[in-house]
């Protein structure tokens, strides 16, 4: 790729006499250089350029597209230098402490009772503060921290669930790369050793993707993990590559249908449609299934009527950090969840902050968790 940029650059430069786009062809094999496993963005862009200098050798407006290719170039050295900056930090942020792990609990429809609470990762950044999700995990997973990440996360959450009354299970996120390593079950069982904690009281969830690349090799991890009495849950059941073959090769206990499906069910025949369809073949199967992203009163009857087992979202309460989620599944608070349907939402926000509290709106509780909203994890 690197040749074919050269010599369009070069036909350009024998007709044009113009030293810019050789300037901005060092710039990018700098970039190139330095980007490392974000390479392939790179060679994206490469290939862009040299769409451009073919335009150009064609016999169009010189300028018009090396403005283009300035612009360019400019926005892709500036995401380079913001993606090592980050790079850089996260590589010292959990030697540094600046990770925690906040909890969003899951309840039983049909009980009202709190069953789970799903850890969910966090990053405080000394100078940028909160950092989302989707934007540090999948960097840790091209440089290859997600595995020692994943581990502290293990350990951490199954040390907090510990704590929590027997009846109350916690959910861990794993990413393929942890379900591929050969020392997830040691370091599992390590966490629940060290921990207390009861293997029937940890939940695994996964996602599709862990089956795109040794199918053989992460079914037998599963297995392992599900023969120590550890539940495994299919997470954003619906937006992946939702093939069958996985519900009838794997015993899942649980599937998360994800929010994408759940926000359309007031006005979407099709999400209504593929919820119940889904629940169904779940209730079939014997595998609880779990409604994500529940923010509305509407929904909540939605997916009652279309007989979920669970619901996880806003509408009872939005993640929150371990001194609260502990005050929340107090026994004399945790019973009761109210989501009798003449409830609200303001009534239902108001349970987990405990007793003599104000009612606070939706848009209040989302105000407050400023840029920690779970879009595109599991909430």
Excluded at 165 to 192: H, R, W, Y
């Amino acid at each position: 790729m690197h040749r074919l940029l050269a010599r369009q650059l070069s036909k350009a430069e024998k007709a044009y006499g113009e030293v810019d786009l050789r300037a901005m062809l060092e710039l990018v094999f700098t970039a190139y250089e330095q980007s490392d496993s974000d390479c392939r963005r790179t060679d994206r862009w490469i290939s862009f350029m040299i769409g451009e200098l073919d335009q150009l050798n064609r016999g169009l407006d010189f300028k018009s597209v090396n403005d283009t290719l300035g612009h360019q170039l400019g926005r892709e050295l500036a995401r380079v230098k913001t993606r090592r900056t980050l790079e850089f930090a996260l590589r010292g942020a959990l030697a540094n402490g600046e990770f925690e792990l906040y909890y969003q609990p899951l309840v039983d429809l049909k009980k009202d009772e709190v069953t789970s609470c799903e850890a969910l990762l966090r990053w405080h950044h000394p100078e940028r503060g909160m950092i989302a999700p989707a934007e540090f995990i999948p960097l840790a997973e091209e440089i290859g921290l997600i595995v020692p990440l994943g581990e502290w996360v293990l350990r951490k959450a199954c040390a907090d669930a510990a704590l929590w009354p027997d009846e109350v299970k916690v959910a861990i996120n794993l990413s393929p790369i942890q379900v591929m390593s050969k020392n997830l079950t040691p370091v599992v069982i390590g966490a629940l050793a060290s921990s207390g904690l009861s293997a029937h009281r940890l939940e695994i969830e996964i996602t599709e993707s862990v089956f795109l690349q040794d199918t053989e090799m992460t079914l037998a991890a599963l297995r392992q993990l599900r023969e120590l009495g550890i539940r495994i849950s299919m997470d954003d059941f619906g937006t992946g590559y939702s093939s069958l073959s996985y519900l009838r090769n794997f015993p899942f206990d649980k599937i998360k249908i994800d929010r994408c499906f759940i926000s359309g069910l007031s006005d979407s025949e099709n999400s209504r449609a593929i919820v119940q369809a889904t629940a169904g073949l779940a209730r079939n199967l014997g595998i609880m299934t779990t409604a994500e992203g529940v923010e509305t009163q509407q929904q909540l009857q939605h997916v009652k009527f279309l007989d979920c087992t669970e619901m996880q979202g806003y509408l009872f309460c939005p993640p929150r950090r371990v001194e609260e989620i502990a005050r929340l599944l107090r026994p004399r608070t945790a019973k009761k969840v109210l989501m009798a349907s003449s409830g609200t939402p303001a009534n239902l926000s108001s349970i987990w902050r405990g007793e003599n509290t104000h009612r606070m709106s939706e848009g209040t509780l989302r105000k407050l968790d400023n840029q920690i909203l779970d879009r595109g994890e599991a909430q």
